[in-house]
């Protein structure tokens, strides 16, 4: 298995990219990598960045998130999604000749949304660090995503229909997964590149009236028995796949086995699952990450397997130490285990 890191392009720099490798990382994904441009991302940008983490000897594994303005119309189900799938097929075109393996995406419409403490300031971590956390019945009855308000990163009046979104029930969103999966599939296939679906975080069923579909085992297997195919897989938030409140283990193992994580999320969290969470460090949560670990090693996993959400430590760097902590544990696993 293979040590890596996140980061955001913004991050992309000589100090971050020196520190994940004096920290053991070998492998990094990029978080939303490059801005909208037209629609597609070019495969010159894609070699650039790829040449660039080369220089200090890192790999990199996937991207993470596509543009919203590059598949909006797909997941609305609007006027011009054809136009916006041929882009995102191109997109995946050039990474596969750009050397990049997998496409890490979220096909949501509410996102990672409902966190009610996070960031630095909330102190209601292990003394006092930074967490999010997570309380369904705080967010239960919130309104329908409406016409002007920003939704990951573009306004919904600038694309969506007269009126509020209203509620779109997880059959009809299954079906536009349907048409996403069916089309783009194929060219990654043909490309070398996996595409890899991030569970519903959180994962409770309906959020703002809007359906959520990966937010059981079932639901994984549902998508992967959709369009089966090498090329569709899974981008394996084991905190997320934690909170669904079904056996973390016998998950890696199920679809470890199958060859379906592309990439791992490694996190760990605490609570009442999937109603209420916590995201804490990674050595005091529900999941024996150590036990996780080894099931991910039993089933032949070699794959990439970064820190997330990681807390914010109380010092001049915060994300930083959060991180170094995260990838000193996950490094100690690895040797532990023989795997590293």
């Not at 309380?135 to 939704?151: H, S």
């Not at 536009?176 to 070398?192: D, I, Q, T």
């Not at 996190?267 to 150590?290: A, C, H, K, L, W």
Request: proline fraction near 6%; include cysteine; aromatic fraction near 12%.
């Amino acid at each position: 298995m293979k040590l890596g890191l996140g980061l955001y392009t913004s991050m992309f720099t000589d100090d971050n990219l020196r520190f994940a490798r004096q920290l053991g990382v070998t492998h990094l994904v990029a978080h939303l990598p490059f801005p909208p441009g037209d629609g597609v991302w070019e495969f010159l940008d894609m070699l650039r960045l790829k040449k660039y983490a080369n220089s200090f000897g890192l790999e990199l594994e996937a991207f993470e998130n596509f543009h919203p303005a590059h598949w909006h119309k797909i997941l609305l189900d609007l006027p011009g999604k054809e136009v916006q799938m041929e882009n995102l097929k191109t997109t995946i075109r050039n990474m596969g000749r750009a050397g990049i393996p997998v496409m890490g995406y979220y096909f949501s419409l509410a996102g990672v949304w409902g966190h009610w403490r996070a960031g630095n300031n909330n102190t209601g971590g292990r003394g006092g660090a930074g967490i999010k956390s997570f309380d369904y019945d705080l967010v239960r009855d919130a309104p329908f995503i409406r016409l002007g308000e920003v939704w990951g990163g573009w306004k919904v009046d600038e694309h969506a229909t007269p009126g509020t979104l209203g509620e779109v029930s997880q059959e009809v969103l299954w079906e536009r997964f349907r048409y996403f999966l069916e089309n783009l599939v194929p060219a990654a296939e043909e490309s070398g590149v996996r595409l890899a679906a991030h569970p519903d975080d959180p994962p409770v069923p309906v959020l703002r009236g809007v359906g959520r579909l990966l937010t059981s085992h079932e639901g994984y297997k549902r998508l992967i028995e959709m369009k089966p195919s090498p090329s569709n897989a899974l981008e394996f938030c084991q905190g997320t796949v934690a909170e669904m409140g079904q056996d973390i283990y016998e998950a890696i193992r199920y679809f470890g086995s199958r060859g379906k994580i592309a990439y791992v999320h490694f996190r760990n969290v605490r609570g009442d699952f999937p109603n209420r969470f916590d995201e804490v460090f990674i050595d005091e949560g529900d999941v024996d990450m150590v036990r996780a670990m080894r099931a991910y090693q039993e089933v032949g996993y070699d794959g990439v397997l970064i820190p997330d959400h990681t807390p914010h430590v109380t010092c001049p760097a915060s994300w930083h130490a959060g991180m170094a902590y995260a990838l000193g544990y996950m490094r100690a696993c690895l040797q532990h285990l023989g795997a590293a």
